[in-house]
């Protein structure tokens, strides 16, 4: 099969200009946030409706071509690299918010919708949509439902599965199907709509979400507060939690991630601080500063060096940007930033931030980690230089020591990037071979042939 041979068969069912294949065109599309994984893809398809995704699944099994769902490419495991070829199927196209039901508390849109939009549109109609992946300015819904993807309100309003209440998916034969209803309830058999959330584009092609939104909080307030030494902020973490608060958010940064943020956005970080805990809490006004004023009096109980409450919203918005900018700002020190995820039990994150310095330190590579603490959830990430050869054998030391460490703290290999590519070679470690093998039925039986995002997650026996 060659590119002209998509073009010619597919040319009924897309536009022209829906249809890629010219070598300079797929290169962008064979990679995506993962720094080290490309493959080139066969041809790069833009559907504009569910029939038309149907009608490209439909032809692509009967011509035994791979297909590969794709968003916007910000995924963090390889999960949209065309490894095994064939197409790669572009979600992007399909963008339109269908419906805000207020009745309800729903929102229907298409896959390809960015997830930002769904927030604002929400915020516009005096509600929320909590879910917020770092990346939420770029990456899709139809994405974020394919990773489960989680972000800085995690530990109080949990991940994206927590807003799924339905979706229409197109699978391996081509037919469409509605999974899950608008209801609140609904017990009616296996829940498949859970099973494709978090499936990374293995099981079917997610074109359209229902998701249910809460009411819009209607204050939130935000602290910052520093410490001189790591274990007093993960101290300062388990009291805030133990104090049964449930902050939206409780984020860290360590001290290379500080002086890189603060050189980068000057937003007045001290830089010789060790850790630095961004909280924010939101609800009832009276409710929020009651919870405020708590978390002040424990974080300087536990030894914070300096508590920066925000006097308003622009205030507020510039703490944040400390957190929200840690990637870009990392991003600058080396060619190379591999972004890592590891989740381990909250009791265990002053020992994990340990094992990375002193895996760091192994490698000799640098490290440095920011993360959704309230989630036990760490972004150790790598600072390198994918042409340095030497080097690269030392990162890939020091990531399989990462993963092992977590593990070895009765953590996860992924607490919110998923498996895709990168994180292949660790599963069946974590699961156990009883219930990796039923992962690998479960995706038997839908799609036997195997055409679906072929390679990512594990491989199928032959
Ligand atoms: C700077 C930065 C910050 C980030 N912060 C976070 C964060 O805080 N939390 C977090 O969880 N992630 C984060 N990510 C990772 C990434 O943004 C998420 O995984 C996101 O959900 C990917 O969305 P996407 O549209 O770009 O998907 P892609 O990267 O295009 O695809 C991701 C996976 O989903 C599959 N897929 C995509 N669309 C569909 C579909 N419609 N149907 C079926 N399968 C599909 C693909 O095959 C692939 O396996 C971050 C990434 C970056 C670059």
């Known amino acids: 099969m060659t590119a002209p041979d998509v073009r010619h068969a597919l040319g009924s069912t897309l536009a022209d200009a829906d249809i890629l294949t010219e070598i300079e065109d797929l290169i962008p599309y064979g990679f995506d946030g993962t720094a080290t994984l490309k493959e080139r893809p066969l041809a790069v398809v833009f559907p504009r409706s569910t029939k038309q995704v149907s009608a490209v699944v439909k032809w692509a099994r009967e011509a035994r071509v791979p297909v590969v769902s794709r968003g916007n490419g910000t995924g963090l495991s390889g999960g949209s690299v065309p490894v095994a070829g064939g197409l790669v199927l572009c979600l992007n196209h399909l963008d339109r918010i269908v419906e805000l039901d207020r009745a309800n508390l729903t929102i229907r849109a298409q896959a390809g919708v960015v997830t930002q939009d769904i927030f604002a549109a929400a915020d516009a109609a005096g509600l929320f949509y909590p879910p917020d992946p770092g990346s939420m300015k770029i990456s899709t819904i139809g994405g974020n439902v394919a990773e489960n993807s989680g972000g800085l309100r995690g530990l109080k309003?949990?991940?994206?599965?927590?807003?799924?209440?339905?979706?229409?998916?197109?699978?391996?034969?081509?037919?469409?199907?509605?999974l899950g209803t608008a209801c609140v309830k609904d017990v009616a058999g296996y829940s498949l709509r859970d099973l494709f959330i978090g499936s990374e584009g293995t099981l079917g092609i997610v074109t359209e979400v229902l998701l249910k939104l809460l009411p819009r909080p209607t204050a939130r307030r935000t602290l910052l507060a520093t410490f001189a030494a790591m274990d007093e902020a993960a101290a300062t973490v388990s009291a805030i939690i133990a104090a049964g608060i449930v902050p939206c958010t409780l984020e860290f940064l360590d001290r290379r991630t500080i002086q890189c943020v603060e050189d980068f956005a000057h937003v007045g970080l001290p830089t010789d601080a060790e850790a630095v805990l961004l909280i924010e809490a939101d609800g009832h006004p009276a409710a929020v500063d009651d919870e405020v004023a708590h978390i002040e009096k424990l974080c300087r109980?536990?030894?914070?060096?300096?508590?920066?409450?925000?006097?308003?919203?622009?205030?507020?918005?510039?703490?944040?940007?400390?957190?929200r900018s840690?990637?870009?700002?990392?991003?600058?020190?080396?060619?190379?930033?591999?972004?890592?995820?590891?989740?381990?039990?909250?009791?265990?994150?002053a020992a994990m931030i340990r094992d990375v310095e002193a895996i760091a330190l192994k490698h000799d590579v640098q490290i440095a980690t920011f993360g959704h603490f309230g989630d036990g959830n760490l972004h150790p990430t790598i600072l390198t230089d994918e042409?340095?050869?030497?080097?690269?054998?030392?990162?890939?030391?020091?990531?399989?020591?990462?993963?092992e460490a977590a593990l070895a703290r009765g953590g996860t290999i992924t607490g919110e990037h998923g498996v895709g590519l990168a994180k292949k070679p660790f599963l069946r470690r974590q699961l156990g071979d009883a219930s990796y093998s039923l992962l690998q039925l479960v995706k038997r039986s839908f799609d036997p042939d195997g055409l679906l995002n072929p390679g990512k997650i594990f491989d199928l026996p032959a």
């Open 326 to 349: 840690a990637f870009s700002a990392l991003a600058r020190l080396r060619p190379t930033t591999i972004l890592e995820d590891v989740t381990v039990p909250r009791s265990e994150l």
């Open 387 to 403: 042409r340095d050869t030497a080097e690269m054998h030392r990162v890939e030391a020091a990531i399989t020591a990462i993963v």
């Open 157 to 178: 309003y949990g991940v994206t599965r927590d807003y799924v209440l339905g979706m229409e998916v197109v699978l391996a034969d081509g037919s469409i199907c509605r």
């Open 301 to 323: 109980e536990h030894a914070a060096t300096t508590v920066r409450v925000a006097a308003d919203a622009a205030e507020a918005t510039r703490l944040a940007t400390a957190r």
